[in-house]
């Protein structure tokens, strides 16, 4: 008890540890209750109570690449395929902008049907539309002149978890074509122009050990994103990881603390996966230091066409349900959403 406190303690006044350290911590559930509370502490003396949204919009699921964990993946055909026009785009944007959300993420597999002409078209029209709204895009790895392209049309964020910081590891989640090194340089060429950046990876993703999550944590540092999205592997029925078992629900948010402690500014999101592991997984993400949630944006008829793994959550709900149902779910967690941009910077 005595030891575990010194950690922590030593975890939140340093915003680091040893390996050695990190590795007792991850390896253990003892120390939950204490890492919860801390990480709570902290995030409620930056953030207070406040969760940020953020609207999610699944624009295409046609993707180029074929990572071994992902449903959108090339090689399944066994999904129907989907992509959303600019003027479905914007219309979504419209919906949630009367719905209070303030940021809207576009997110999609690598359609290159999307030229970067069409991209910035599109980013465009939002940024013409919504002046004052945040335009984040997922969209996987491109050159560093097309993500300036965007940036110009008026992009100002970037989500691409790195999946894994351990080049082995790395290997036996993608096919030969993907590199961790390219995935890595691409995330500080988004820095570079401007983005404000999330990185990320999924926790019991199939041959994860507990290095390759320190690996993970000291990859961070050295990036030092503005938002960290982590969540529980969840297998796929159409994928070659079918057969292995689901991340662990306590593992995320052991490491949804240890982030809010190690990055005590980072936007840390209670996610859509976390949800689907567990009911109120989200709250207890929130309750271990998490601060925005990303619902879902995306028209109902496409949405359980974007099945990354099985038995995704919010799939059947309009997006003001989902409203609805997150604003109490963040109240009965003890937080409350907020409705401005957010824009917070170290
Ligand atoms: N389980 C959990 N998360 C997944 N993702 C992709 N496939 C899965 C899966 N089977 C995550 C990846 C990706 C993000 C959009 O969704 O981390 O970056
Ligand atoms: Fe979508 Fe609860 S957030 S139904």
């Known amino acids: 008890m005595h030891y575990w406190n010194e950690i922590i303690r030593s975890l939140t006044d340093k915003r680091d540890l040893?390996?050695?350290q990190l590795k007792l911590l991850?390896?253990?559930d003892a120390a939950d209750g204490l890492l919860f509370a801390q990480a709570d502490a902290v995030r409620k003396r930056i953030y207070g109570t406040d969760v940020y949204i953020r609207g999610l919009i699944e624009y295409t699921n046609y993707c180029k690449n074929n990572c071994c964990y992902c449903g959108i993946r090339r090689d399944n055909c066994n999904i129907k395929r989907y992509r959303l026009t600019k003027e479905e785009i914007l219309s979504c944007c419209k919906e949630g902008c009367a719905l209070g959300y303030r940021t809207f993420?576009?997110?999609?597999g690598e359609d290159p049907f999307y030229t970067d002409d069409k991209i910035c078209e599109i980013v465009s029209a939002v940024r013409g539309l919504y002046p004052d709204c945040a335009i984040t895009l997922s969209l996987g790895e491109k050159?560093?002149?097309s993500y300036q392209a965007y940036f110009d049309a008026g992009a100002n964020r970037y989500l691409l978890r790195h999946e894994t910081a351990d080049a082995a590891h790395y290997r036996k989640l993608h096919p030969e074509e993907m590199s961790l090194e390219i995935r890595k340089r691409c995330l500080f060429d988004l820095?570079?122009?401007g983005y404000q950046v999330g990185a990320g990876f999924m926790v019991g993703s199939p041959h994860q050990t507990t290095d390759c999550l320190i690996s993970d944590l000291r990859f961070l540092q050295e990036l030092s994103p503005d938002m960290i999205g982590i969540g529980p592997f969840l297998r796929h029925k159409d994928t070659p990881f079918r057969d292995h078992p689901d991340g662990s629900l306590a593992l995320t948010l052991r490491l949804i603390a240890i982030l809010r402690l190690m990055f005590p500014h980072a936007l840390i999101p209670a996610t859509t996966a976390l949800g689907t592991i567990h009911p109120e997984g989200r709250e207890m993400g929130l309750r271990a230091g998490a601060n925005v949630v990303m619902p879902n944006l995306s028209p109902v008829?496409?949405?359980k066409l974007y099945s990354l793994?099985?038995?995704?959550?919010?799939t059947g709900e309009e997006s003001a349900q989902c409203r609805?149902?997150?604003e109490q779910r963040v109240k009965n967690a003890g937080y409350q959403i907020v409705t401005d941009i957010g824009n917070v910077r170290r």
């Open 18 to 20: 040893s390996d050695e």
């Open 26 to 28: 991850l390896d253990s």
């Open 105 to 108: 993420v576009l997110q999609g």
């Open 143 to 145: 050159t560093k002149e």
């Open 191 to 193: 820095k570079e122009i």
């Open 301 to 303: 008829s496409v949405r």
């Open 309 to 314: 793994y099985d038995n995704k959550i919010c």
């Open 324 to 326: 609805v149902c997150l």
